[in-house]
């Protein structure tokens, strides 16, 4: 993939091309061309684009899946508006002018072939369907072309969210089992081979890694059942500070929590509410460990509730801070601090909250470290979709 130039500003700009303009442009891609006839008949997602990033041209595949027998509802338009990205409308210059916008892919790609080169990048698109957040993972193609003297981007979108989540199941589902399980056989070995005085202990350290690999399991599973729709919900009465006494105190034993402070805050009150005691275990659990691997040694991490008036507030501090560009990308998919295919433990936290009807967010500064807050109502108005009582 080539590196386009570097550019004097992180947004794009906002102004588009005048009505005239792009009625003209658009005319350049007619119908009765040869040049659509041949970019119709290819079955990937492609667009062409002016100098103001705006599409002049849609083959079939793109209109069929955005505006099927509408096409001139994609004219005009950039990228990211016609894919529901939730950064595209917040503001008046719309797509690629919004600060998150900067580390997107598909806008660095277009600017490089508006530049006259060639570029490949991965994209990342958090939209709204159905009033759920999803996550696509895109490959885009950029390459220039000119007509008269007018210069043009052609785009090519490749959905890899599949390829992504399988990357990222086989890099850690795969991985951390490989080693837990590596534990278990190590140990069994060792009963094996003679009878340590630590026998006890031996096998105590067994159970846990057993019951770790296990846990892996059921988070894999849980996961795929919440992006597949297929995630039963068992709701029932808990207590916010038992509930989270319990968190913390789980997560002290973590290895993650070696030589780091995890404490409750001794403010929390006492609040009854309804959830999924499973779910928001895994939640909560996933908050906590992220906020323990930002921790230098000797850092403390903080858990915390307060209730506002019918939503439970539940959050988790760390005093690190998240750079300023990797924030706008931390409940994306693909997307981690940890590296390659390690992207899955924040973006679950949203997906999972979707089925407590509640909402995830964060702050970050250099004066009040990060915050992690997770904000679900104290009792539900009606079970959620896919929700199952829990019997007794």
């Not at 009878?195 to 890694?209: H, N, S, T």
Request: proline share 5%; with cysteine.
């Amino acid at each position: 993939m080539s590196t386009p130039l570097e550019l004097p500003t992180a947004f794009a700009s906002a102004e588009r091309a005048s009505q005239q303009a792009l009625h003209r442009q658009i005319d350049y891609f007619s119908a009765a061309s040869l040049t659509r006839q041949l970019l119709d008949s290819v079955p990937s997602l492609l667009m062409i684009l002016n100098g103001y990033r705006q599409i002049v041209y849609a083959n079939q595949a793109l209109v069929d899946l955005i505006a099927p027998g509408e096409e001139q509802r994609v004219h005009g338009q950039r990228p990211g508006e016609i894919l529901g990205c939730i950064h595209a409308d917040t503001t008046p210059g719309g797509c690629g002018t919004t600060e998150p916008c900067s580390t997107c892919g598909a806008v660095l790609a277009i600017l490089a072939g508006l530049n006259g080169q060639k570029d490949a990048r991965e994209c990342r698109v958090t939209r709204c369907v159905d009033g759920r957040q999803e996550s696509l993972d895109l490959l885009v193609w950029a390459a220039p072309i000119n007509h008269g003297e007018e210069a043009f981007t052609v785009l090519a979108v490749s959905d890899i969210s599949h390829e992504k989540r399988r990357q990222a199941l086989e890099r850690i589902f795969f991985h951390d089992i490989l080693n837990v399980a590596g534990s278990i056989r190590g140990f069994a070995e060792l009963l094996q081979s003679y009878d340590p005085a630590d026998r006890e202990e031996i096998f105590a350290l067994i159970q846990v890694a057993a019951e770790r690999t296990i846990d892996e399991i059921q988070a894999q599973k849980m996961l795929t059942a919440a992006e597949s729709r297929d995630l039963q919900v068992r709701f029932e009465p808990l207590e916010a500070r038992d509930f989270l006494q319990e968190m913390v105190f789980l997560y002290q034993r973590h290895e993650v929590a070696e030589g780091r402070n995890l404490v409750l805050d001794p403010t929390v009150p006492e609040i009854l509410f309804h959830s999924d005691r499973a779910l928001l275990g895994r939640i909560m659990g996933n908050m906590i460990k992220n906020a323990l691997e930002a921790c230098a040694p000797g850092q403390t991490v903080t858990v915390g509730c307060s209730a506002m008036g019918e939503r439970i507030h539940m959050r988790v501090h760390n005093p690190g801070v998240i750079p300023r560009q990797e924030q706008w990308q931390i409940f994306q998919r693909s997307f981690s601090t940890k590296g390659a295919g390690r992207g899955l433990g924040t973006y679950s936290l949203r997906l999972l909250s979707d089925y407590l009807q509640g909402e995830v967010s964060f702050t970050s500064t250099e004066d009040g470290g990060t915050t992690f807050l997770a904000v679900y109502p104290l009792h539900l108005a009606s079970p959620p979709a896919a929700a199952v009582p829990r019997s007794h």
